[in-house]
C-alpha cells in the first residue's frame, strides 16, 4: 500500500495506540507471575523466587499510575493467596473505586486499601497512604513474601518525607520548575524520604521482597525508578546538595522552607547507615518495548523504521530541534524512533508539557520541509498540567498558522506549547494534539519522525 502524506494523522494515532498496547500493565504482570495451586513462581525466563504459600503469607503493595490494574492483575493470577494489601494510584487519573466493583479486589475491600494521591507533587493521601503500607508491614516474618507492583507516578504517591509536608511540596515543586532531571528530582528525594531508596524493602523486612517494576525512567536504573522504593541507593548526601545548589532550588522557596530543608539535611547526615536489605527487583516493562511496538506497527504501514535510541534526554526545545533537523534528511518512506524523557525549564506562565514543547519548537525548525512529520507524546496520556498526550507537526504546521495570524515565537517563549496547539487547530482545522485520556501505565515518551514519498 503506497504511503500518503494526507494520511498521517492516521498513522500517528495507529502507531500511538501500538505503544500504548505494548505498555500494557496487566499483561506485563500477568507474564511473571505463575501460581500452579502449591508454589508461586515470579519472574519469567529465569525465576527469581519461589514461594509456597503454605509457609507463609503474601502482601501485595501496589503504588504508581498503573497500581490499580498490575493490582487486578496479580489477584487474577493468585487469587486469595494473598492476605491483605495496598493499592496507591494517582487521584483523577479514572473513577477507580467504580472500576473495582465486580472485580476480586471489591469483594476483599476489609483486606485491600485504595489511596488516590498527588501527582507530581504529593499530598495528605500521600502521607496517609505510606502510613498504611508501614502499618500493613509491620508484623511480617521471615517466612512472608511482599510483592510489590511498582509504576510511574510513585515517587509522589507515596512519601514519609523527614519535612513537614507543605515545605516537601514546595521542594517538589521547585524541583519541577527548576529543568533538572527526574534523576537529579530523586536524587534530592531519597534523601529526604524515609520510605524512598529502598525504605519499603526495609519495611517488608524480614519477609522476603519482590519488586516488579515498570521503568518510567530513561536506562531502567532501579534506584530511580518511584526513587527506589525497594532498592538501596548508593547516592550521597552531597550529591543531593549538588542538585539542589546547580539549580539554585534555595532562590524558588521561601525562606522558613528552605532553612527547614537545610536543617533536615544535616540531620540527615548524622543518621547511622541503614542495614542492608533482602529484596529483589525485575523490570517487566519499559520504553524499548513500546519503541519495538512502534517499530512493528511502522513497518505494517509501509514504512522503513530505525530505532534511534531509547535514552533520549535534554531541554525539551532543544531536543525538538534536533529532531527537526533529523527529519529534514530522513529519506523519503523511512522512519525514526527515539524514546526517552525530556525536562522543561519554566520561563513563563504558559500551559504546556514538555512533549507539547518539544513538538513546537521542531515545528519551527522544520518549517518549510515538506512531507515530513514528527511526534511526541507520553505514555501515560498526560503531557504536563494539560488534557493532552502530546503533539503532531508537518513542515507546513508554522506556515498555515502563520497565514492565519499565529505566531508561535511568543507561545515557545512563554511555555505556552498547549495555547498554541488549541488556536492552531482552531484556526487551521487540522488535528495536532495528541489526546489519548489517561491510559494507566507509563514508560517514558516517544517521539516519532516520519517521511513520506513524493505522490
Not at 321 to 349: F, N, Q
Not at 377 to 398: K, L, N, Q, Y
Request: proline residues 5%; contains cysteine; aromatic residues 4%.
Amino acid at each position: 500500500m503506497a504511503l500518503r502524506f494526507a494520511d498521517y494523522p492516521d498513522h500517528v494515532n495507529q502507531i500511538v495506540r501500538a505503544a500504548l498496547a505494548a505498555a500494557d500493565p496487566a499483561a506485563a504482570v500477568a507474564a511473571h507471575l505463575r501460581f500452579n495451586g502449591r508454589s508461586l513462581a515470579i519472574g519469567r525466563e529465569s525465576i527469581i523466587h519461589t514461594h509456597h504459600p503454605a509457609d507463609g503469607r503474601i502482601f501485595l503493595v501496589s503504588v504508581g499510575k498503573a497500581a490499580v490494574p498490575m493490582a487486578l492483575a496479580a489477584m487474577k493470577s493468585i487469587g486469595d493467596q494473598i492476605a491483605a494489601g495496598v493499592i496507591v494510584t494517582k487521584q483523577g487519573e479514572r473513577n477507580w473505586r467504580a472500576e473495582l466493583n465486580g472485580t476480586l479486589l471489591a469483594e476483599r475491600t476489609a483486606e485491600f486499601a485504595l489511596y488516590e494521591a498527588g501527582h507530581p507533587v504529593s499530598n495528605e493521601v500521600s502521607v496517609q497512604a505510606a502510613t498504611a503500607v508501614a502499618n500493613l508491614l509491620a508484623e511480617t516474618t521471615v517466612h512472608d513474601l511482599v510483592l510489590c507492583l511498582i509504576s510511574g507516578g510513585a515517587s509522589a504517591l507515596l512519601t514519609q518525607p523527614v519535612i513537614e509536608l507543605q515545605a516537601w511540596q514546595q521542594l517538589n515543586a521547585a524541583l519541577l520548575a527548576s529543568g533538572c532531571t527526574i534523576q537529579e528530582l530523586n536524587c534530592v528525594r531519597r534523601q529526604l524520604d524515609r520510605v524512598k531508596g529502598g525504605g519499603l524493602a526495609q519495611w517488608a523486612a524480614p519477609a522476603t521482597c519482590i519488586g516488579l517494576i515498570l521503568s518510567d525512567v530513561v536506562g531502567n536504573p532501579l534506584h530511580v525508578i518511584g526513587s527506589g522504593l525497594t532498592v538501596r541507593s548508593t547516592e550521597t548526601l552531597s550529591q543531593a546538595v549538588s542538585v539542589l545548589a546547580r539549580y539554585q532550588v534555595g532562590r524558588r522557596l521561601e525562606t522558613a522552607v528552605w532553612q527547614q530543608i537545610i536543617q533536615a539535611l544535616h540531620q540527615v547526615k548524622n543518621q547511622p547507615a541503614p542495614p542492608e536489605i533482602r529484596a529483589h527487583n525485575l523490570i517487566i516493562g519499559d520504553a524499548c518495548q513500546a519503541a519495538r511496538a512502534v517499530m512493528i506497527k511502522a513497518v505494517q504501514l509501509g514504512f522503513v523504521p530505525h530505532l534511534l535510541t531509547a535514552q533520549l534526554e535534554g531541554e525539551a526545545r532543544e531536543v525538538g530541534r534536533v529532531a527537526a533537523a533529523i527529519a529534514r534528511d530522513t529519506l523519503p518512506g523511512h522512519g525514526y524512533v527515539l524514546a526517552g524523557e525530556t525536562t522543561v525549564t519554566l520561563r513563563g506562565p504558559g500551559k504546556g508539557g514538555r512533549n507539547q514543547e518539544m513538538a513546537l519548537a521542531a515545528a519551527l525548525a522544520l518549517q518549510g520541509a515538506p512531507r515530513r512529520v514528527v511526534a511526541c507524546f507520553a505514555t501515560d496520556g498526560e503531557d504536563g498540567p494539560t488534557p493532552a498526550a502530546g503533539a503532531m507537526i508537518t513542515g507546513e504546521s508554522v506556515a498555515n498558522g502563520r497565514s492565519r495570524r499565529l505566531d508561535p515565537l511568543p507561545f515557545l517563549a512563554r511555555n505556552d506549547s498547549h495555547t498554541y496547539f488549541q488556536e492552531l487547530e482552531r484556526v487551521t482545522g487540522t488535528p495536532h494534539l495528541l489526546q489519548t485520556g489517561p491510559t494507566a501505565t507509563n514508560v517514558n515518551d516517544l517521539l516519532i519522525i516520519l517521511s513520506y514519498p513524493m505522490e
